[in-house]
């Protein structure tokens, strides 16, 4: 699976962004997909998750209730609405695609296939 990451930019606090990660391959349906976000000198920090069927997901406390995880399966695309960002978001984020585990788990798994990058810069 080879997975690219778009959608970043730059943005005011309060406003809205939302990251696609479209996936190549024909068993999408069978990866759980996980957004994670990493700044310069911190670990690559794990902020959602979201099973194979679409049926379960998982967010970080820092992002409930802002963020949402979705995939369309027919497109092989997973996305990420992010809404009233932060100055704190700001990272660049990665999409992540793993099997055999939870949406939840995918915060604690080593993802087998990574997108590369896009950043999201958040001004205050």
């Known amino acids: 699976v080879q997975l690219q990451a778009s959608g970043g930019g730059l943005v005011q606090a309060g406003d809205s962004l939302r990251l696609s990660c479209a996936a190549s391959g024909r068993t999408f349906s069978n990866y759980v997909m996980g957004w994670f976000r990493q700044v310069p000198g911190k670990e690559r920090e794990f902020v959602s998750g979201?099973?194979?069927?679409?049926?379960?997901?998982y967010y970080v406390d820092s992002v409930k209730g802002r963020f949402t995880i979705s995939r369309d399966n027919a497109r092989n695309t997973v996305y990420l609405q992010m809404n009233k960002l932060k100055p704190e978001d700001t990272a660049v984020y990665y999409c992540?695609?793993?099997?055999?585990?939870?949406?939840?788990?995918?915060?604690?798994?080593?993802?087998?296939?990574w997108g590369q990058g896009t950043q999201v810069t958040v001004s205050s």
């Open positions: 979201i099973s194979g069927s679409g049926s379960s997901r």
């Open positions: 992540a695609a793993r099997r055999f585990t939870t949406a939840q788990g995918m915060g604690a798994s080593r993802p087998e296939h």
